[in-house]
């Protein structure tokens, strides 16, 4: 795990084959690092208010750390007409920000059965869901799990992020938009959830035993992971 001292994910104990794959985190404080960027990748940014000039920049910075890390050849990290980031070739990732932090994810693409396909990465902060939001993000029997007796304010705001995370993993191969009750995941085994497909098409897209989902819950922020495996 590189440069996350101090971060979300600092107490992570992060198993770097987590999914079979050796991978690289790169979790950083959100600032202005426009001035590092490549200037095709600061063309992205064109009118951008500092907000997202900052989370852009800060993600990015994640981002080259991580292919550093991982021995790649520095290069711009352009943008795929979905939004996603165009990784070098032989290797898959992901980028996620809060206001706060920023947080990058990459590993090597393998080929063999259990090795990495793509990736999904997301942090969020812990908040509260109206229950008109909830009702948009969660199936019926997620609603259930989640709002029973003795269950915990993180668990909202962890079901929205895992869905964000698969989302990032799997739109840009799928090529079309994933609705919220596309996927049901089960919070019960917590860092490790389990996600059904109820979308048909997706289903033949993607298995979901072929899916890892990981879980992390700090005091203010929910991290998540997902990883998509060739199939054994
Ligand atoms: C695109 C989306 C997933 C981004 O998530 P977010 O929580 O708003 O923002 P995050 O900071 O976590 O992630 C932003 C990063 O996601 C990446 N991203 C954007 N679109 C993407 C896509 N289509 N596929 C993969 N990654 C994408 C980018 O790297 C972006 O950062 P960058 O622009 O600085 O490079 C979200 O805005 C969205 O549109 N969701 C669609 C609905 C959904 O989630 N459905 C769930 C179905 S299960």
């Known amino acids: 795990m590189k440069s996350c001292a101090g971060s979300p994910l600092a107490q992570l104990d992060c198993p770097t084959q987590w999914a079979g794959t050796p991978m690289v985190l790169s979790c950083q404080a959100v600032k202005d690092h426009s001035p590092n960027l490549y200037p095709e990748e600061r063309a992205l940014l064109d009118r951008c208010a500092a907000r997202r ?30 939004g996603s980031v165009v990784w070098p070739t032989g290797v898959i990732g992901s980028v996620s920000h809060t206001d706060d932090w ?13 090795s990495a396909k793509a990736m999904g990465v997301d942090l969020e902060l812990i908040t509260e869901l109206s229950p008109k939001v909830l009702a948009m993000v969660a199936t019926p029997s997620e609603r259930d799990e989640i709002t029973g007796d003795g269950q915990q304010p993180w668990q909202a705001t962890a079901l929205f992020s895992l869905k964000e995370s698969l989302y990032k993993c799997l739109r840009p191969s799928f090529g079309q938009f994933i609705h919220f009750h596309d996927v049901q995941i089960s919070l019960t085994g917590t860092a490790y959830p389990t996600v059904s497909i109820r979308n ?6 993607c298995e979901s035993k072929d899916l890892e989902l990981r879980l992390s819950v700090t005091l ?7 990883w998509w495996r060739y199939s054994s």
């Open 200 to 205: 048909e098409a997706l289903a033949v897209h």
């Open 53 to 82: 000039v900052n989370t852009f920049s800060t993600g990015r910075r994640c981002a080259h750390t991580v292919l550093q890390e991982l021995g790649v050849a520095p290069a711009p990290l352009l943008r795929n007409p979905d």
């Open 102 to 114: 920023a947080v990058a994810v990459g590993a090597e693409s393998g080929q063999g059965p259990g």
């Open 220 to 226: 203010d922020h929910v991290f998540s992971m997902v």
